[in-house]
Every structure is written in C-alpha cells, then in structure tokens.
C-alpha cells in the first residue's frame, strides 16, 4: 500500500456535506464527530448532525440532552465544532410552520391525529426529516461543513434515496386525488375514490379514514414547497458539495456488511470518496527476543496480535473497489466514549495521511 498524500480531514476539506454511512456498532457515530472535530481543527466551523436513536453522540461530546438546534461543543483552535441531534418531529413541525399558507392550516395540520402519529411511525419520516434538517444546516451561515453521522446501512441508501422517494410519493395519484378535490367532471372518479375509502374504513375505522381525508386536504398547497425541497436536496447529494465515507470494522460481519452497502452504493451511481476501517488491531511492536516463543503464552499472544493486525489492514482492501483512499484507526484501549475518545480519532483523521489500496 502507498501513502495517498491527503489526510481525511483533507480530503473533505472543501466539501460543504460530509456523510458517514456504514454498518451500526463499527464507530460511526464516534468517527463523524471525530471528522467534525478534524474540520474544526483546520479552521472550519464544523457541524456534526446525528440521527442515532441510541444517543451515542450526545453522550460522547458530554451533552446529556443535544436538542434539535445545534449546539457549540468547542472551539478547537480558529475552528469550531457543534452538533445537533435530529428531531424528526420537531423538524416536521417547522417544516408545516414554513410552508403552510396561513396559521389556520398550520393548527389543523399540527392538531391532526394522523399528523401526529404519522411524524412519528411513518416509515421514511426520520429520513425526509434528516434530509430536510441537513438543508437547513447546509443554509445557516454559522457552518463551513456538516458532518452526517447515520442509522446502520440499511436505511443509508433509504436516507440518500429520500428526497427522490418524497417526490414520487407526492407524484403518487392516490396521493393526489386525496389533495386536490377533482374537477366536477371527474365526479366518478370521486365517486370510486369514495366507494374505496369506504371499504378501507370497514377495515380501519371511520374515524381513522376521516383524519386521513382531513389530513391529506390540510396538506393542499405545501406539497409544492416540500417538493421543490427535495428536489434541492437531490441535487445537492449528488453534488460534488457533498463527500461520501463508508465506515466499518475489520470484522468479517461489518465487512460484509460495508461491501455489500459499496456495491449498492455503486450501482446507484453514488461515489464513495474515502473508506474508513476503525478498531484495527494496535500495533504492540515488536516483542522482545525468546527463543522459546511457543511457549511464552505472552509472547504468544503478542505475535497472534501482530498477525491480526496484518490480516486487518489486509482485507480493507477488498472495499476500495473505485481505489478510494484508505484511513486506519486503531481500536483505541481503554475508556473512548467521552471527548477523549474523539480528540484521539479525530487526531488520526487530521494528521494520518490515507492509503491506496493495491497501488
Ligand atoms: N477506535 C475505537 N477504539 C475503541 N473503541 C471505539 C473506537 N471507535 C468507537 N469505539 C467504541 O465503539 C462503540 C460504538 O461506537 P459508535 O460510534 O456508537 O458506533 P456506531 O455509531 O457505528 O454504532 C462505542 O462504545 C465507542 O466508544
Ligand atoms: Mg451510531
């Protein structure tokens, strides 16, 4: 492997959008504020945006309750470092606030039983929410880079594809039939569109049925503005604005799991620019000279983690399939979940330059 000649921190120096995606438990969250604390180090005011439920990253910048609203963790030289924990419900709110026509559709939207349950358990919110909350952050003029740290991989391609999926969704006809109420020579339309609804409220309830004809008309009118949302945010992740990093552990189920999330990451034209691979095997050094090493259960242990170490660098290989630049980071002993932690990563982001696999 050869040296790349850039840093991490480097390479998304000019991005305006970081996004961390990888499998869950391998560092995400740790290595998102760590890249944000990085930036920060190279004089960039630096954001860091979480949308893990577990609250990883609230716990590990010492912020018992990090709220919806961005907050200064610390200054780091001429840089600094903030972070804000996505409220998807919270978001939703401010977003019926802005596009809504008047204060009237505001209460009946806010006020409506479906609204409330919806922004909490409709599948997809938390990612229309993140993509929205990251537009927000991307317009405030207090940040240079956004670092996104994200849910396990499964929803990663879910939270890029989100903005496409809002806007085939507000496409949908049934979607647009419940908003706009059709032109008197669309009657039988209607007419079917109500004998369905009857036979869905047999099912559901009809006062379920009604809190959803009552939401969706409530709805008429923003659509527009969270259409042309998405539509900015689409953009702006396929943008060279925005920079791409696959996390992941040299463990062989997060290494599958990383690979098969590059591969549909490739084929859905998105470009991955950098790859992590954290909680590599330290390096001990050499051990101290012993003629009778297979019996030393020390020493023996000292070799077995040399050779792990080498087969941990050795299989990041596989994922650096676009020959994407390669940053190690050792697992870190001791106690690594509070600031610490993350000083010590973002160290290694900062200053280690990355490695070109099979260059
Ligand atoms: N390089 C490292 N060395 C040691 N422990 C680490 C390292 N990176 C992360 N951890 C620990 O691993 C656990 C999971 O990290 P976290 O960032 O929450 O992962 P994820 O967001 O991918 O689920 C945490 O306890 C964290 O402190
Ligand atoms: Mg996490």
Redesign the pocket.
């Known amino acids: 492997m050869t040296a790349s000649g850039r840093t991490l921190a480097q390479l998304f120096s000019n991005k305006r959008i970081v996004i961390c995606l990888?499998?869950?438990?391998?560092?995400?969250?740790?290595?998102a504020a760590a890249i944000a604390y990085a930036e920060a180090s190279l004089s960039k005011r630096a954001c860091v945006v979480t949308i893990?439920p577990?609250r990883?990253l609230a716990s590990?910048l010492g912020l018992a309750d990090l709220g919806n609203q961005a907050t200064l963790v610390t200054k780091v030289g001429h840089g600094e470092l903030w972070a804000t924990m996505l409220d998807a419900h919270a978001t939703f709110d401010d977003m019926v606030r802005k596009y809504a026509t008047s204060t009237e559709q505001v209460d009946r939207i806010l006020g409506n039983r479906l609204y409330q349950n919806l922004t909490t358990s409709l599948s997809g919110t938390q990612e229309y929410m993140a993509m929205e909350r990251l537009y927000e952050l991307y317009e405030d003029d207090r940040f240079d880079i956004i670092v996104v740290?994200t849910p396990?991989s499964i929803s990663a391609l879910d939270f890029l594809d989100a903005p496409k999926r809002l806007g085939s969704f507000l496409d949908n006809r049934i979607f647009k039939l419940l908003i706009k109420p059709p032109p008197t020579y669309l009657k039988p339309l209607s007419v079917a569109t109500r004998a369905l609804l009857k036979t869905i409220s047999k099912v559901v309830g009809a006062e379920v049925v009604d809190d959803a004809i009552q939401f969706f008309e409530s709805f008429a009118g923003i659509e527009d503005g969270f259409r042309e949302r998405a539509n900015e945010v689409e953009r702006l992740l396929g943008s060279e604005e925005t920079g791409i990093v696959v996390?992941t552990s040299p463990r062989p189920q997060p290494m599958s799991e990383a690979s098969g999330l590059a591969s549909r990451l490739r084929t859905a034209n998105r470009q991955v620019n950098a790859i992590v691979v954290?909680?590599i095997t330290p390096d001990f050094g050499v051990p101290p000279a012993q003629t009778d090493s297979d019996v030393d259960p020390v020493i023996k242990n000292w070799l077995a983690l040399a050779a792990q170490r080498v087969a941990d660098l050795k299989i990041s290989s596989d994922l650096a399939t676009d020959g994407q630049p390669i940053l190690f980071?050792?697992?870190?002993?001791g106690e690594?979940?509070d600031m610490g932690?993350i000083e010590a990563?973002a160290k290694v982001v900062a200053t280690v330059e990355m490695d070109l696999a099979g260059a």
Request: charged fraction near 25%.
């Open positions: 990888g499998p869950g438990g391998v560092g995400k969250t740790t290595s893990d577990a990883r590990a740290d396990p996390i954290n909680r980071i050792d697992e870190i002993l690594v979940s932690g990563i």
